[in-house]
């Protein structure tokens, strides 16, 4: 049976994987799904972990890093289902870039002199360069959200201009209607 729940909770965190490009349109998972999410979550890093118990030195040390960093982002990727909101999207970004960054830490522990530090150094700029694209897409969504926010108003007012040649009810249910369809208050 821990093969069963192994593989759903791999098939979850699969389908989460492509849940930033999608941005929330899948259904968020209700309460009890959310809560055998997280449980399947924490049975896979408690196994990886386990599965690190047998390696020696730095390799003990990687598979550690990386069975955190999936942990991790099994996590980021749930909340980013259950939430649905961009900014949990490009959290998600930031948390795989993070983890990639530790694992890639613990792999240039193995070698030594100048190789380390360039390994290390090359680490830091694929780092800081994943977090740099997670900014980009956050300040891309905020972008889009702030220029649906101006198209939604300029509707309005083209609506509620259409609306002035009425008068009496027929013209305040027609604002009504105007401000419901272009989200206005």
């Given at each position: 049976m821990k093969t069963n729940s192994h593989s759903r909770a791999m098939l979850l965190v699969?389908?989460?994987?492509?849940?930033?490009l999608a941005f929330g349109q899948t259904a968020p998972p209700n309460k009890a799904e959310y809560a055998a999410a997280k449980t399947a979550i924490s049975a896979d890093y408690k196994a990886a972990k386990a599965a690190c118990d047998s390696l020696k030195a730095n390799a003990k040390d990687i598979c550690m890093e990386?069975?955190?960093?999936?942990?991790?982002?099994a996590r980021?990727?749930?909340e980013f289902k259950s939430s649905g909101k961009p900014a949990d999207g490009i959290k998600v970004q930031t948390v795989k870039a993070d983890?990639?960054?530790?694992v890639a830490k613990e792999r240039c522990d193995d070698l030594n002199g100048n190789a380390k530090d360039v390994?290390?150094?090359e680490a830091k700029a694929a780092h800081v360069a994943a977090i740099a694209s997670a900014k980009a897409t956050?300040?891309?969504a905020e972008a889009r959200a702030d220029s649906k926010e101006e198209v939604n108003e300029a509707?309005?007012?083209?609506a509620a201009e259409k609306c002035d040649a009425m008068s009496g009810d027929a013209k305040d249910a027609c604002i009504k209607a105007a401000k419901a369809a272009h989200g206005q208050r």
């Amino acid at each position: 049976m821990k093969t069963n729940s192994h593989s759903r909770a791999m098939l979850l965190v699969s389908a989460c994987l492509f849940a930033p490009l999608a941005f929330g349109q899948t259904a968020p998972p209700n309460k009890a799904e959310y809560a055998a999410a997280k449980t399947a979550i924490s049975a896979d890093y408690k196994a990886a972990k386990a599965a690190c118990d047998s390696l020696k030195a730095n390799a003990k040390d990687i598979c550690m890093e990386e069975a955190k960093a999936k942990d991790n982002n099994a996590r980021a990727e749930l909340e980013f289902k259950s939430s649905g909101k961009p900014a949990d999207g490009i959290k998600v970004q930031t948390v795989k870039a993070d983890g990639v960054y530790e694992v890639a830490k613990e792999r240039c522990d193995d070698l030594n002199g100048n190789a380390k530090d360039v390994c290390n150094k090359e680490a830091k700029a694929a780092h800081v360069a994943a977090i740099a694209s997670a900014k980009a897409t956050k300040a891309t969504a905020e972008a889009r959200a702030d220029s649906k926010e101006e198209v939604n108003e300029a509707k309005y007012k083209a609506a509620a201009e259409k609306c002035d040649a009425m008068s009496g009810d027929a013209k305040d249910a027609c604002i009504k209607a105007a401000k419901a369809a272009h989200g206005q208050r």
